[in-house]
């Protein structure tokens, strides 16, 4: 059973600055020990305030970026620079701002009818490995548990063999991306799922508790480890008193 465990932060303003010091521990560990860092990053949201933060200091002037590999865990099968490319957020945060060459970071035309096939292909080139062993793949959840672009109740979920899947029935829009998939994710040294908001915190503990029926249930890296990082728990003392009905209406 691989090692799952919840970091969390001190608080919703400082959960970005958190991943990025998960981020930049796992990168000096692979350089240190291999010369290379080998990463895949998230879409959506969640992973913009980490983003910004490994723009600036310490980070900024710490980290050689000549070392790093990035790739996208999925991506939306939508034309480049379109506002729902992840690879557009992550150019806007953190990509854009950093002296990465450009041929580290790795991508294929999501709206090739081969591009699952072709990102794979890259994948087994650049690792020069059958099942690729990312440093470490960070990725979102949603609400219903769905991460990258494995969502519950999918057949991209209990792929087998295959590293990339394509899929046209995403039920979190646009339908059509390309996505890793679990035998890919779970060969990683490090997942790291960013899980911010109560909603989602409940859920992870929920996962860590015993159940099974939500895709980050399935996250069990083979030779590695699993983390959520997650915001504290919102106690009920610090929750804005409720106005009275009369009190808003005076
Ligand atoms: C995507 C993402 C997806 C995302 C979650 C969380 O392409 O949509 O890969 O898995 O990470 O839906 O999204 P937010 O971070 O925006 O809540």
Redesign the pocket.
């Known amino acids: 059973m691989s090692q799952r465990e919840v970091t969390e932060a001190p608080s919703a303003e400082t959960f970005g600055f958190v991943g990025a010091r998960l981020f930049f521990q796992d990168l000096q560990a692979a350089i240190a020990g291999r010369g290379i860092f080998n990463v895949a990053l998230?879409?959506?949201?969640?992973?913009q305030a980490m983003h910004r933060a490994l723009v600036e200091e310490p980070y900024r002037s710490e980290i050689d970026w000549t070392l790093v590999h990035v790739f996208f865990?999925?991506?939306?099968c939508v034309p480049e620079g379109h506002a729902d490319r992840?690879d557009r957020a992550a150019f806007e945060t953190l990509l854009g701002n950093i002296p990465i060459p450009s041929e580290n970071v790795h991508r294929v035309d999501p709206l090739l009818p081969d591009a699952d096939e072709r990102l794979e292909a890259e994948l087994r080139r650049h690792f020069k490995s059958f099942v690729p062993e990312f440093d470490l793949i960070v990725?979102?959840?949603?609400p219903d548990g769905?991460?990258?672009?494995l969502f519950p109740g999918r057949a991209s979920l209990d792929e087998p063999f295959r590293l990339v899947l394509g899929i046209q029935d995403?039920p979190?829009p646009p339908p059509e991306?390309i996505?890793f998939t679990l035998p890919l994710i779970n060969a990683a040294r490090h997942v790291l799922v960013?899980a911010?908001g109560a909603e989602?915190r409940a859920l992870v503990l929920q996962v860590l508790a015993g159940r099974t029926d939500v895709p980050i249930a399935r996250l069990s890296p083979t030779n590695g480890r699993v983390e959520f990082l997650v915001e504290p728990d919102t106690p009920p003392e610090s929750q804005p008193e409720p106005k009275s009905a009369i009190a808003e209406m005076a």
């Not at 990725?139 to 949603?142: D, V």
């Open positions: 998230a879409g959506g949201t969640s992973p865990g999925d991506e939306r992840n990725l979102g959840m949603g769905h991460t990258a672009s995403s979190k991306r996505t960013l911010p989602k």
